[in-house]
């Protein structure tokens, strides 16, 4: 795949560099705005309230996770 | 035989393509969430103060800063943080929250506030370091609060009787002003919760000045 991309970047070798450079930095981006925010609720290191139980009384009631 | 060669090859570069892939999802979480977090929280120190001074009061809608907690046991880098009005996860990626129906600070009963420990400028991230003793202040645009750390609890993370008016005893008239902290434990899990109770100690009017305490920075 790699190997892949690479061969078919344009110019020389140090254009071929700053190419894969700028398309490692744009997959970065698209992960950090698009696809980390939608994941990161999966992640163990956001829950930080306590939930309610199922035997609860309502005089927290808003108090959902 | 080329064939099994690309194969192995590109299964190999999968491979590592999803490592990168986590190691860049572990740096988003600890440090570019923080990076959001405390611009948010600059944010809302500001807006609270020119709201302060345009007179408006509590109680804040729901997403909205209605306080500032400081923590001289957490040093001085921590400043200060403010206390959003609710719970859901997007109030808590711009600051601490309070469990929206708990006391307000200073009330008889439980003002109780939730925050991160590892992400978004994780605030709480010391909080097993406070001790019986330790001072919590609160400001509210007219008054400041003084809490002193009681004790700290694990509990699972469905204990939501930490936050009641009376902590664990349910329906019962509160006849003491608490503070409680809720925050994930162990760090970097969510297999428990942390909790920090604390009680009133003393208040005192904005216009007198900020309490000598944490002036002095003690914790």
Redesign the interface.
């Known amino acids: 795949m790699y190997a892949f991309i690479w061969e078919h970047l344009p110019g020389n070798r140090l254009v071929k560099s700053i190419c894969a450079l700028a398309l490692f930095l744009g997959a970065v981006w698209v992960l950090f705005t698009f696809v980390f925010p939608r994941v990161e609720g999966l992640s163990p290191f956001g829950n930080v309230t306590v939930d309610r139980t199922p035997s609860d009384d309502a005089s927290a009631a808003s108090a959902e996770q | 035989m080329s064939v099994v060669r690309a194969a192995i090859?590109?299964f190999g570069?999968?491979l590592i393509t999803a490592g990168i892939?986590l190691m860049?999802?572990v740096v988003?979480?600890?440090y570019?969430?923080g990076v959001g977090a405390n611009r948010a929280m600059d944010q809302a120190r500001q807006q609270l103060e020119q709201q302060w001074q345009s007179g408006s009061d509590l109680p804040a809608p729901t997403g909205e800063a209605f306080a500032l907690m400081y923590v001289p046991r957490f040093g001085s880098d921590w400043g200060s943080k403010p206390i959003f009005e609710?719970?859901?996860?997007l109030t808590?990626r711009k600051g601490l929250?309070h469990?929206?129906?708990?006391a307000m600070p200073g009330e008889l009963g439980n003002f109780?506030v939730?925050?991160?420990?590892?992400?978004?400028g994780q605030p709480?991230h010391n909080a097993d370091d406070l001790e019986p003793g330790n001072s919590i202040y609160v400001r509210t645009r007219d008054t400041w609060y003084e809490y002193r750390v009681r004790s700290q609890e694990i509990?699972s993370?469905?204990?939501?009787?930490?936050?009641?008016?009376v902590p664990q005893v349910?329906?019962s008239r509160p006849t003491k002003r608490l503070l409680t902290l809720?925050?994930?434990h162990p760090k970097?899990?969510?297999?428990q919760?942390l909790?920090v109770y604390a009680e009133l100690e003393s208040t005192r009017n904005v216009s007198d000045g900020p309490p000598p305490g944490l002036v002095s920075g003690k914790a």
């Not at chain 2, 939730?114 to 978004?120: K, M, N």
């Not at chain 2, 993370?157 to 008016?165: F, H, K, N």
């Not at chain 2, 970097?188 to 297999?191: A, C, E, K, L, T």
């Open positions: 090859r590109g570069e999968l892939v860049l999802f988003y979480q600890l570019w969430t609710g719970i859901d996860p808590l929250g469990y929206t129906g708990t109780a939730a925050g991160h420990r590892t992400t978004y709480f509990v993370p469905d204990a939501l009787d930490v936050t009641w008016a349910r329906n809720t925050t994930c970097f899990s969510d297999r919760r909790i």
